[in-house]
């Protein structure tokens, strides 16, 4: 198939769009970002590469560091992982605090983000927040094969002024017994890891870790991308997982900076942007241009 072509119309499709949800607000130098943009690139198990669109423009990954992060506590802890946090979905927003009360500080999973300051402060333990900081950035640049991406130092630094919220988590876990470092270290390393930035184009590339197939980068062994998948596929879209594996079918890790990492296994690795989010915290667009690229593709792992 033509996939530029699917691309570019894709990319045409989504500039006339006029709903398309709203720039998170919470972290002030999110709200700064352009709603108009739209971007998507394709990264196929062949090598070919594919973007249009805003796909060469950085955004602030966010909620999509969790991907590498779960990726490099795996790699440290295996399977003793689990026993500081769940892998089912949580049915409720990605910042919510309601049930870490009722299950005692254990987060639901991963990518939510209790679940996400445990599985940094997992990485943290018995190192300081620059050396997890510089693995990490070695992990995503070692992926995409690009040793320009970096942190964003004024993302970092708005969020750790007004991460109340993820503060408030960690501390509650804290009660628990479920940090091991200080609150204040794992906060500040997760701002920072949220605040790398990416292009489609380096997200597609970095993501291709988790394909399966051709020579992309071998980081992880194939018994644990399928876990990683498997995740993705039922609580990477938080409260909205269910109604994206409904509508697109491919694993996929949203962040509020309006990215989503998509993999259709054995086939490709897929990042669009667009800040515009829908109520659940998830690209407006994002979802709406991988639903159409998974239709005409065929890639959808249902089909
Ligand atoms: N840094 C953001 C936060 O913790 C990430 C959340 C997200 O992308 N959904 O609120």
């Known amino acids: 198939m033509d996939m530029q072509g699917t691309v570019d119309a894709i990319a045409d499709a989504m500039a006339g769009e006029t709903d398309r949800g709203a720039v998170a607000r919470y972290i002030p130098e999110l709200a700064k970002v352009d709603p108009a943009r739209f971007g998507i690139a394709v990264a196929t198990a062949d090598g ?23 990726a490099l506590a795996l790699g440290q802890r295996g399977d003793a992982l689990w026993r500081r946090v769940g892998r089912e ?83 509650f876990m804290a009660a628990h017994g479920n940090m091991v470092n200080p609150v204040a270290l794992t906060c500040g390393t997760y701002f920072h890891q949220c605040a790398i930035e990416m292009t489609c184009v380096q997200l597609a590339l970095a993501g291709r870790f988790l394909v399966g197939a051709g020579d992309g980068p071998h980081l992880v062994a194939p018994p644990r991308m399928r876990r990683i998948l498997a995740l993705m596929m039922t609580c990477g879209h938080y409260d909205a997982s269910g109604d994206f594996a409904y509508r697109v079918g491919l694993p996929g890790k949203s962040g509020v900076g309006g990215g989503i990492l998509v993999i259709a296994p054995g086939r490709a690795s897929v990042a669009v942007w667009s800040p515009g989010l829908n109520r659940n915290g998830n690209s407006a667009l994002g979802t709406r241009a991988v639903e159409r690229l998974a239709r005409e593709t065929g890639w959808s792992v249902f089909e």
């Open 48 to 70: 070919g590469l594919y973007a249009a669109g805003d796909a060469r423009v950085p955004f602030s990954i966010q909620s999509v560091s969790k991907v590498f992060t779960l």
């Open 89 to 171: 979905p949580s049915g409720h927003a990605f910042n919510s605090i309601l049930q870490l009360e009722h299950e005692a500080g254990l987060p639901r999973n991963p990518f939510i983000n209790a679940g996400a300051l445990v599985v940094t402060d997992t990485i943290l333990e018995g190192h300081q927040p620059r050396e997890v900081l510089g693995e990490l950035l070695r992990f995503v640049r070692a992926a995409s094969g690009d040793e320009a991406i970096h942190i964003d130092e004024a993302v970092a630094a708005s969020e750790q002024r007004t991460g109340h919220r993820n503060t408030a988590l960690a501390e």
